[in-house]
T-cell receptor, first 113, second 115 residues
Framework: EAGVTQFPSHSVIEKGQTVTLRCDPI?????LYWYRRVMGKEIKFLLHFVKESKQDESGMPNNRFLAERTGGTYSTLKVQPAELEDSGVYFC???????????FGQGTRLTVV | AQSVTQLDSQVPVFEEAPVELRCNYS??????LFWYVQYPNQGLQLLLK??????LVESINGFEAEFNKSQTSFHLRKPSVHISDTAEYFC?????????????FGAGTILRVKS
């Protein structure tokens, strides 16, 4: 069974550009989460989908970030326009409907220059 | 609000020595507890979890952690470490939610195993 996959693994963009990160959760997992780790800081929660609905988006930094999960399968996280402070590693995770442990992807390292 | 404190940012230890990585949490509700590990140039992997039942949980590679409710701790231990255990370890807590579990992470502890 495939794990959580994220694309791309690395992205370097200029300030002001747009970047879209993609996450494919484990098949059958209703819960999908996005987290971010800025260098030297803790891993922070961004948002949580249950199927295609946003259950909790309390961690989204501002309205430059837009997450979608069309059809309740894969998810995208778009940053538009990117700022220097958006640099970090973005992790996606998924878990079964009943909760329990979440399984993480490899992360996308985003560098804004 | 929940919080997690990992008391040591780095723990150097010699191979075959025992190690303890400390984790304390704060929460006003029932919790699930997790340890995740990130090996160099890899993603986060679930190491072990406490959801309910026995307070002592074990991983397949020799780590164990004990949920201590009175001390609000979930320390990670291994009696004899290997070079391959060098990694960053994250303690995390979530509430017992109906719709999945948002994780709150500690700052991480880098375990450096020396030969």
């Amino acid at each position: 069974e495939a794990g959580v996959t994220q694309f791309p693994s690395h992205s370097v963009i200029e300030k002001g550009q747009t970047v879209t990160l993609r996450c494919d959760p484990i098949s059958g997992h209703d819960n999908l989460y996005w987290y971010r780790r800025v260098m030297g800081k803790e891993i922070k929660f961004l948002l949580h989908f249950v199927k295609e609905s946003k259950q909790d988006e309390s961690g989204m930094p501002n309205n430059r970030f837009l997450a979608e999960r069309t059809g309740g399968t894969y998810s995208t996280l778009k940053v538009q326009p990117a700022e220097l402070e958006d640099s970090g590693v973005y992790f996606c995770a998924s878990s079964q409907a009943t909760g329990g442990a979440a399984f993480f992807g490899q992360g996308t390292r985003l560098t804004v220059v | 609000a929940q919080s997690v404190t990992q008391l040591d940012s780095q723990v150097p230890v010699f191979e075959e020595a025992p190690v303890e990585l400390r984790c304390n949490y704060s929460s006003s509700v029932s919790v699930y507890l997790f340890w995740y590990v990130q090996y160099p140039n890899q993603g986060l992997q679930l190491l072990l979890k406490y959801l309910s039942g026995s307070t002592l949980v074990e991983s397949i590679n020799g780590f164990e952690a004990e949920f201590n409710k009175s001390q609000t701790s979930f320390h990670l231990r291994k009696p004899s470490v290997h070079i391959s255990d060098t990694a960053e370890y994250f303690c995390a807590v979530s509430d017992v939610g109906l719709y999945g579990n948002k994780l709150v992470f500690g700052a991480g502890t880098i375990l450096r195993v020396k030969s």
